[in-house]
């Protein structure tokens, strides 16, 4: 089975630190996601890289940055937290989109 | 681009109850479409998806979805409802080959 892990499930940050949110999956997938949740939303896209050091923008980027060094591992950077950074963020990998995503089990991330 | 858009934030049943949670989609090429579930304090697990085989689509834990291109729809069903089913579900749909787009999701309640 696929597993997708995110280094943490809780994180409380205070306004204007930077925050690393990190995601590992172990099934060789070139495609990897960071998504935002947030209630009546549904899942908005931040960033997706489609393969080691290669990176772009989702749907709402501004105010994070995202690093991949690693086939394996895709970073989240939050440079300056806000409040309105306060959310679920999951994490996802694929081989090709068209097949789904498998999901890690989110950080949930509040920002004081 | 291709969108998806679930009609009802809450849903509620009761145990034994049918389940219907539905979803349409616009996508001007066929589309690939996909159900997803959360439950609390996870992250998303697929339960189906359509890819073109065949237009109703079984998934895990008695799920079903019918693709119908004449309506843009890809409702998502249960005959009978479990208590285990609670949980929050998201229609996606693939946008282009990086990028799954979801629906702002359909909470369930189980009545016992």
């Known amino acids: 089975d696929v597993k997708v892990t995110q280094s943490s499930r809780y994180l409380v940050k205070r306004t204007g630190e930077k925050v690393f949110l990190e995601c590992v999956q172990d099934?060789?997938?070139?495609?990897m996601f960071w998504y935002r949740q947030d209630p009546g939303l549904g899942l908005r896209l931040i960033y997706f890289?489609?393969?080691?050091?290669?990176?772009e923008k989702g749907d709402i980027p501004e105010g994070y940055s995202v690093s991949r060094e690693k086939k394996e591992r895709f970073s989240l950077i939050l440079e300056s937290a806000s409040t309105n950074q306060t959310s679920m963020y999951l994490c996802?990998?694929?081989?090709?989109?068209?097949?789904?995503?498998?999901f890690g089990p989110g950080t949930r991330l509040t920002v004081t | 681009a291709q969108s998806v858009t679930q009609l009802g934030s809450h849903v509620s049943v009761s145990e034994g109850a049918l389940v219907l949670l539905r979803c349409n989609y616009s996508?001007?090429?066929?589309?690939?479409l996909f159900w997803y579930v959360q439950y609390p304090n996870q992250g998303l697990q697929l339960l189906l998806k359509?890819?073109?085989?065949?237009?109703l689509v079984k998934g895990i834990n008695g799920f079903e979805a019918e693709f119908k291109k004449s309506e843009t729809s890809f409702h998502l069903t249960k005959p009978s409802a479990h208590m285990s089913d609670a949980a929050e579900y998201f229609c996606?749909?693939?946008?282009?080959?990086?990028?799954?787009?979801f629906g702002a999701g359909t909470t369930v309640t189980v009545r016992a």
């Open positions: 996606a749909v693939r946008s282009n080959d990086y990028k799954l787009s």
């Open positions: 359509y890819t073109s085989a065949a237009t």
């Open positions: 099934m060789d997938h070139e495609n």
């Open positions: 996802a990998s694929s081989l090709e989109v068209r097949w789904g995503a498998y």
């Open positions: 890289s489609y393969d080691v050091k290669m990176k």
């Open positions: 996508s001007s090429v066929p589309p690939y």
